[in-house]
Nanobody, 124 residues
Framework: QVQLVESGGGLVQAGGSQRLSCAVSGRAFSSYAMGWFRQAPGKEREFVAHSSWAGSTHYQDSVKGRFTISRDNAKNTVYLQMNSLKPEDTAVYYC??????????????????WGQGTQVTVSS
């Protein structure tokens, strides 16, 4: 059974930075496509970033140049470094995993495993 545990959320001022971590239990982490999604109050869950098992990355347009997804296969962990945070980045952030290739990486239905979420609040 694969389990994902996010950490690193909290309160940050606009313009600040925060790094989220997602620790993944189970085998073959290096073979998983990993994604970050977020959900703000009253809104649908939306794609933020994706890292393929091979290390290619994709981002939602609104976070390009500000957020960076990375992975440490030795630690079974994926990270989301968030810089220049804005109040509109406030949401619960979730990491997600899929074994193999995630062709439709921006679609939440693509992923088989999810973390419990971590709250990120950006104050103005």
């Amino acid at each position: 059974q694969v389990q994902l545990v996010e950490s690193g959320g909290g309160l940050v001022q606009a313009g600040g930075s925060q790094r989220l971590s997602c620790a993944v239990s189970g085998r073959a982490f290096s073979s998983y496509a990993m994604g970050w999604f977020r959900q703000a109050p009253g809104k649908e869950r939306e794609f933020v970033a994706h890292s393929s098992w091979a290390g290619s990355t994709h981002y939602q347009d609104s976070v390009k140049g500000r957020f960076t997804i990375s992975r440490d296969n030795a630690k079974n962990t994926v990270y989301l470094q968030m810089n220049s945070l804005k109040p509109e980045d406030t949401a619960v952030y979730y990491c997600a995993a899929r074994y193999g290739i995630a062709t439709r990486y921006a679609n939440s239905a693509t992923y088989d495993y999810w973390g419990q979420g971590t709250q990120v609040t950006v104050s103005s």
